[in-house]
């Protein structure tokens, strides 16, 4: 028993690899984070109002009543007399502030707290329109606040955190291959060709792969389940962790240029980015601080 305890302590509390770059993942989290908000910022109103696009009153309706959510905080500054639309414009720039002042590392794990927050309920608040990405930016933040705390035990809640990251994406990819492997359309290609002829504009050479060769879409459909399925275990095996890395990133960068889910796609890059290959990130601060030496 005593083993199998000491494995799971050094499992979880002895990964100390990169520990000083820990401040670059901040970084690109935060940074990740504030575009991500900057982004949507045009449709603010739209997504967020009581009047906007989706009642408040149904999206009330879909989540617990006690559960945490943007109307919370802006229906107190509503009883101090100001109006709905003045303060959601305060909350959100205090979220894109607190951005900022983690970047500037001033206070910083306060601030993490504070966007956590914030992001939550706003997710909440905007259940209607939340899907993944949402609630992967929500984890992402998480982590950033794990990794935004400063004690002696530095080494041992970077470890957590990095771990915690590690399996969560574990977890995420496995049931995904669990869900596809349930169905009958990742087997027959049905489901690459769906993406492909929803999202693309068929032409000549699709439609000739859908008709003549169409178990390439078969192959395709089967490396994603299979990727995914077994997640956990190619990640973690030393033979095979590079080539996983680079299909789940090709995969959603795939995503990303098919579909249009931008924010799905960077962020899942950018957690396995952080999560199992912390040399890509440190390669490409290193090459920035020597790249005047070389011109």
Same mark, same amino acid.
């Given at each position: 028993?005593?083993?199998?305890?000491?494995?799971?302590?050094?499992?979880?509390?002895?990964?100390?690899?990169?520990?000083?770059?820990?401040?670059?993942?901040?970084?690109?989290?935060?940074?990740?984070?504030?575009?991500?908000?900057?982004?949507?910022?045009?449709?603010?109103?739209?997504?967020?109002?009581?009047?906007?696009?989706?009642? +408040?009153?149904?999206?009330?309706?879909?989540?617990?009543?006690?559960?945490?959510?943007?109307?919370?905080?802006?229906?107190?500054?509503?009883?101090?007399?100001?109006?709905?639309?003045? +303060?959601?414009?305060?909350?959100?720039?205090?979220?894109?502030?607190?951005?900022?002042?983690?970047?500037?590392?001033?206070?910083?794990?306060?601030?993490?707290?504070? %966007?956590?927050?914030?992001?939550?309920?706003?997710?909440?608040?905007?259940?209607?329109?939340?899907?993944g990405a949402d609630y992967?930016?929500?984890?992402?933040?998480?982590?950033?606040?794990?990794?935004?705390?400063?004690?002696?035990?530095?080494?041992?809640?970077?470890?957590?955190?990095?771990?915690?990251?590690?399996?969560?994406?574990?977890?995420?990819?496995?049931?995904?291959? %669990?869900?596809?492997?349930?169905?009958?359309?990742?087997?027959?290609?049905?489901?690459?060709?769906?993406?492909?002829?929803?999202?693309?504009?068929?032409?000549?050479?699709?439609?000739?792969? +859908?008709?003549?060769?169409?178990?390439?879409?078969?192959?395709?459909?089967?490396?994603?389940?299979? +990727?995914?399925?077994?997640?956990?275990?190619?990640?973690?095996?030393?033979?095979?962790?590079?080539?996983?890395?680079?299909?789940?990133?090709?995969?959603h960068i795939i995503i990303?240029?098919?579909?249009?889910?931008?924010?799905?796609?960077?962020?899942?890059?950018?957690?396995?980015?952080?999560?199992?290959?912390?040399?890509?990130?440190? =390669?490409?601060?290193?090459?920035?601080?020597? =790249?005047?030496?070389?011109?």
């Amino acid at each position: 028993m005593g083993g199998v305890m000491g494995r799971l302590d050094a499992f979880f509390f002895g990964y100390h690899k990169n520990i000083e770059k820990k401040n670059l993942f901040i970084a690109a989290i935060s940074v990740f984070g504030l575009l991500n908000m900057l982004l949507i910022l045009p449709d603010l109103y739209n997504i967020y109002s009581k009047n906007g696009i989706i009642n +408040a009153g149904i999206n009330d309706f879909l989540i617990r009543k006690d559960q945490f959510r943007i109307t919370f905080i802006t229906d107190l500054m509503e009883q101090a007399g100001i109006r709905y639309e003045y +303060a959601l414009a305060v909350v959100i720039a205090v979220y894109i502030c607190s951005f900022v002042f983690i970047l500037m590392n001033y206070y910083r794990l306060v601030f993490a707290v504070i %966007v956590l927050v914030i992001h939550n309920a706003l997710v909440a608040g905007s259940y209607s329109f939340s899907y993944g990405a949402d609630y992967m930016i929500s984890f992402a933040l998480f982590i950033n606040v794990i990794l935004c705390i400063d004690s002696k035990y530095n080494r041992i809640i970077y470890s957590f955190a990095i771990r915690l990251l590690q399996l969560q994406l574990c977890v995420i990819y496995f049931f995904s291959g %669990v869900g596809k492997a349930m169905g009958n359309n990742w087997y027959t290609g049905d489901a690459i060709w769906y993406l492909v002829s929803t999202y693309t504009e068929v032409n000549v050479l699709t439609a000739f792969a +859908a008709t003549a060769i169409p178990f390439i879409f078969q192959i395709i459909s089967l490396s994603v389940v299979i +990727a995914e399925l077994f997640y956990p275990f190619l990640i973690y095996n030393k033979m095979t962790k590079k080539a996983t890395l680079l299909y789940i990133i090709i995969t959603h960068i795939i995503i990303i240029l098919m579909i249009n889910l931008y924010t799905f796609g960077i962020v899942m890059i950018l957690l396995n980015v952080i999560a199992f290959q912390p040399k890509i990130l440190l =390669e490409l601060k290193y090459f920035k601080k020597h =790249e005047h030496i070389t011109e």
